[in-house]
Nanobody, 120 residues
Framework: QVQLQESGPGLVKPSQTLSLTCTVS??????????WNWIRQPPGKGLEWIGN???????YYSPSLKSRTSISRDTSKNQFTLQLNSVTPEDTAVYYC????????????WGQGTQVTVSS
């Protein structure tokens, strides 16, 4: 059973960098052919895909967030990390990490989500 767990600060000040880590257990982030994703849900809105990192290490980002986003991984810890720069209150959301086999495939495992609020 694969488990994902998000961690990071719940409050970030405007213009700072949001940094979250997803720790994976029960499966390796380097296993063929999975993508490891970051997704968020702002209050009262739908899910928004942020980006992902492939088992090979390649990264893919939402065009609308690409200029501010970086996803990396630490294979020794079986973790992947989201950094979102220059945050504004519009980045307030519940942030999730999730696994998928690729475009068109469902997300088969999700973390429980972590609330991040951007406020001074």
């Amino acid at each position: 059973q694969v488990q994902l767990q998000e961690s990071g600060p719940g409050l970030v000040k405007p213009s700072q960098t949001l940094s979250l880590t997803c720790t994976v257990s029960g499966g390796s982030i380097t296993t063929n052919y999975y993508y490891w994703n970051w997704i968020r849900q702002p209050p009262g809105k739908g899910l928004e895909w942020i980006g992902n990192i492939h088992y090979s290490g390649s990264t893919y980002y939402s065009p609308s967030l690409k200029s501010r986003t970086s996803i990396s991984r630490d294979t020794s810890k079986n973790q992947f990390t989201l950094q979102l720069n220059s945050v504004t209150p519009e980045d307030t959301a519940v942030y999730y990490c999730a696994r998928t086999k690729g475009l068109g495939w469902p997300y088969d495992y999700w973390g429980q989500g972590t609330q991040v609020t951007v406020s001074s």
